[in-house]
């Protein structure tokens, strides 16, 4: 075994315990590792993989645990790319304070300035999978496949919803890696004490919470978007007259926020006096931030300023950008930017921001949106449906 092990390419090994833990749904232990190299590239030492795995981490394997491995780059994780990696880039485009780039966040975040952010508002497709590029052809061919393309109701076209339940045991596992990513290669862009809001749903806010954690940061609670979508609430399908008063899950009336921070230094105000961040702008200096904002569905003016699956209303994101700030300095990051709609609140409220596009047509989109959405007037008050 050791004479056919000595007659293998230069970096054979190497490149077999990258594909392995590269396609694995979650990290591996050494004896996994040695079962799939060995049915990848033939019978192998478990010494040899054990010396692989010290020689090259953290280069290219993480340890997780004792004896557990993962990829540590980035680079190699299955994520779903919107734009051809051949497709040119647009040039960034500015209005006002705001900045929005063509660029994907792992990347881009690897080539900026450490301590560089102080708050990070993001909506982010927290499903991964129904942002590939065969998901996106069929929504924006109304042809459904993972999207929920919701009836009319009220006489009005309600928007794309996508269907969480959908989503694989592999796909979950790749929506935690790719979270765990982000937040890793987040943080010391970050000034300690920057807030973290990050869009989620009553499904998965759990796994992109634990991928944040792990990652290192702090967990501070959660804000609570009441509003009442179209999701959940349906009888089983095709046996509606069989089950009439049956729902198979509870219809939504709320929308998770998660809220992190980057741990500060010392107390907090010496990190509000040293980095601007550490803590949350009150709307009113009588009445703290609260963790339940009353909203409604994003109306119908605002979302043929910005036509994109699920936009978010101005009167939430407002009060959320307002927040990030605590005393109205700094740059907001929205590293899944969409329709733009966070930079528009962003500007609405007179803070710098910068957000990052991958996909073209939503950039695209983002360019028209953000002056007209910063322009927007939403109503004053602001209720969930029930």
């Known amino acids: 075994m050791e004479k056919e092990y000595a007659r293998r390419a230069p970096g054979q090994v190497r490149d077999a315990i990258l594909k392995v833990l590269n396609e694995a749904p979650a990290p591996l232990s050494v004896m996994e590792i040695c079962d799939r190299v060995s049915a990848v590239a033939g019978p192998i030492p478990r010494s040899s993989i054990q010396s ?21 780059n980035p680079s190699n994780l299955s994520l779903p790319l919107p734009r051809s990696p051949e497709e040119p880039l647009r040039p960034p485009f500015r209005i006002g304070r705001a900045t929005l780039f063509h660029a994907e966040a792992l990347r881009w975040l690897d080539e900026q300035p450490a301590r560089s952010v102080h708050a990070v508002v993001t909506d982010p497709p927290y499903g991964l999978h129904e942002y590939s590029p065969t998901q996106q052809k069929k ?32 796909q979950l596992a790749e929506l935690e890696r790719f979270f765990h990513e982000w937040g890793r290669k987040l943080r010391p862009r970050l000034v300690p004490g920057a807030h973290v809001f990050v869009a989620s749903s009553p499904l998965l806010s759990f796994i992109v919470a634990g991928a944040l954690a792990r990652a290192g940061l ?38 998770p926020w998660l809220l992190f921070r980057e741990p500060i230094e010392g107390r907090v105000q010496d990190n509000l006096r040293k980095w601007k961040a550490g ?38 994101l407002r009060q959320v950008v307002r927040a990030a700030l605590p005393l109205g300095e700094g740059t907001v990051l929205d590293p899944f930017a969409g329709s733009g709609s966070t930079l528009a609140a962003a500007e609405a409220v007179g ?7 991958n996909d073209t047509e939503y950039f695209d989109l983002a360019c028209d949106a953000i002056p007209k959405l910063a322009r ?9 449906r029930h």
Not at 351 to 357: D, Q
Not at 376 to 384: D, G, I, L, V, W
């Open 279 to 316: 803590a949350l702008r009150r709307p009113r200096k009588d009445k703290p931030f609260g963790d339940v904002i009353p909203s409604a569905p994003t109306r119908r003016a605002e979302r043929a300023l910005a036509p994109h699956p699920s936009p978010k209303p101005q009167a939430f």
């Open 52 to 72: 692989y795995l010290s020689l090259n981490t953290p280069r290219l394997f993480a340890r997780e645990a004792r004896g557990i491995y993962r990829s540590s």
């Open 139 to 170: 929504l924006r061919e109304r042809r459904g496949g993972v999207w929920r393309i919701p009836p009319s109701f009220d006489g009005h076209r309600r928007s794309p919803l996508p269907r969480f339940t959908t989503l694989t045991t592999e």
């Open 351 to 357: 803070y710098a921001s910068v957000g990052l596009e």
């Open 218 to 255: 702090e967990r501070r609670g959660e804000i609570i978007r009441l509003t009442t979508t179209m999701r959940g609430g349906d009888r089983p399908k095709a046996a509606h007259a069989e089950f009439p008063e049956v729902s198979v899950m509870p219809r939504s009336n709320w929308e």
């Open 376 to 384: 927007y007037a939403p109503t004053t008050t602001s209720r969930s």
